[in-house]
């Protein structure tokens, strides 16, 4: 296979980064397609962890090309500093190795505010965003009024652009929210071709450089962030981000055809977590819930918010398969249920008194969902530095191949750790 699309298969936080790293030693580009520096992941290698947000984690490796696609929002400020996080541990980021698509949008300083002041009038109905201004740069590039990157190379259209939204956005803060501190026309046009100087060499047509190394049968991993679930069309509306994290986007993201996608890899937790507000039916309250947490180390890596932990839910991974087309699965973090007696697996829903085995999409439907349960015996062994499936305990192999069973999808890679080297590989994917 020349290309992989990965994704998460929940609502984010799957071990996405520890997969992308594994995959990546191989990879010839690794391409990111959508979403902002909301999203992140922790990559370790060795003894080094690195926490990425808009860069992919391929950067680390010498020779592979990492590309940041259409599909993303892009603050500047926030890419220029983890170049300079990357250089002091090591690793320089050139236009050699990093493309930015010349067609991704700027996350603007009028977008974090407006995001804050949002979300602080919805109240008790708030979302949970990061306030990073991801959601209102996708707005302005639905409603056309964004500035790309390939707006940097000329001075006077981004000027343009640029005055005919700080005087919308400044009468919106003025007379919507009170606001008596008002943008600043002069500051951001400096601020902004400040970036332009230091990033011009790395914008590029991100879609002919990929299609030109499809073309090439070079090998090519297409990154997504967040999850399914938190898909602006396909998750739990409108507890969600604000773009497609489904591999249907991946083309779109980047610029390539559906035709040249080969893998569609999902990544799933050996149990649930979620991050921020809305409906998750097998999350627990009790001590279980509380040992995942604490063995998973269950903390966002860009909100530092805890996750809410709960049991493997069939029913959500069977309408995450079938959503994203899944060809392979990778299960993370088997290890942390290593010193569980009885292991739960959702099968069905009940809801109203009916069952079902069908997962709503609507809120109303969902958060009357009570989970019913197959249970399965645990192994309370340490599944840490095994490397074959054989070595797995017999019950360890059983819980596997119940969740291959159940969602009838292929499982690629096992993760017994956060370490790139703590996997187990049945199926090569490059």
């Known amino acids: 296979m020349s290309s992989v699309v990965l994704i998460g298969s929940q609502w984010g936080d799957e071990g996405k980064g520890k997969i992308t790293d594994y995959l990546a030693e191989e990879a010839e580009y690794v391409v990111r397609y959508q979403g902002g520096n909301n999203a992140g992941h922790t990559v370790i290698v060795g003894e080094e962890e690195y926490k990425l947000h808009l860069i992919p984690s391929g950067i680390i490796y010498p020779g592979t090309k990492c590309m940041i696609g259409n599909g993303v929002v892009v603050d500047p400020g926030v890419l220029l500093e983890e170049m300079e996080y990357l250089k002091e541990k090591g690793i320089h980021v050139t236009p050699d190795n990093l493309k930015l698509s010349l067609h991704a949008h700027m996350i603007m300083p009028y977008h974090k505010i407006l995001d804050g002041l949002e979300e602080e009038k919805r109240g008790a109905a708030k979302i949970g965003?990061?306030?990073?201004?991801?959601?209102p740069c996708y707005v302005d590039k639905i409603a056309r009024t964004g500035l790309r990157f390939c707006d940097l190379q000329n001075k006077v259209s981004f000027r343009k652009i640029l005055t005919q939204n700080v005087q919308a956005k400044n009468e919106i803060l003025e007379k919507l929210y009170n606001q008596k501190e008002l943008l600043d026309?002069?500051?951001?046009?400096?601020?902004?071709?400040?970036?332009?100087?230091?990033l011009l060499p790395f914008i590029d047509d991100v879609s002919y450089i990929l299609n030109d190394a499809l073309r090439?049968?070079?090998?090519?991993?297409?990154?997504?962030?967040?999850?399914?679930?938190?898909?602006?069309?396909?998750?739990?509306?409108?507890?969600?981000?604000?773009?497609?994290?489904t591999a249907g986007y991946a083309p779109v993201g980047t610029g390539v055809g559906p035709t040249k996608i080969n893998c569609v890899l999902g990544i799933t937790k050996a149990y649930l977590t979620r991050v921020g507000e809305g409906p998750f039916p097998t999350e627990l309250f009790d001590a279980t819930g509380k040992l995942l947490s604490a063995v998973g180390n269950e903390v966002g890596t860009t909100t530092g918010r805890p996750r809410r932990c709960g049991w493997f839910d069939g029913v959500l991974m069977n309408y995450a398969t079938n959503i994203n087309g899944m060809?392979?699965?990778?299960?993370?973090?088997?290890?942390?249920?290593?010193?569980?007696?009885?292991i739960k697996i959702c099968t069905a829903y009940e809801i109203d008194g009916v069952k079902t085995t069908t997962f709503p999409p609507d809120l109303e439907r969902l958060s009357k969902a009570k989970p019913i349960y197959e249970e399965l015996p645990g192994w309370q062994t340490s599944t840490k530095g095994i490397k074959t499936f054989n070595e797995l305990p017999e019950n360890a192999k059983k819980y596997l191949k119940r969740i291959e069973e159940f969602l009838s999808v292929k499982i690629a890679l096992v993760a017994v750790g956060p370490k790139r080297d703590e996997a187990i590989e049945l199926e090569k994917l490059f």
């Open 129 to 135: 965003t990061t306030k990073r201004g991801i959601g």
């Open 185 to 198: 026309l002069e500051a951001i046009y400096n601020e902004f071709m400040a970036y332009g100087e230091h």
């Open 216 to 245: 090439d049968n070079k090998k090519v991993l297409f990154e997504g962030a967040q999850g399914t679930l938190l898909d602006i069309d396909h998750g739990t509306y409108p507890f969600v981000t604000s773009s497609n994290p």
């Open 327 to 342: 060809t392979h699965l990778t299960i993370t973090k088997l290890d942390v249920l290593d010193q569980l007696p009885t």
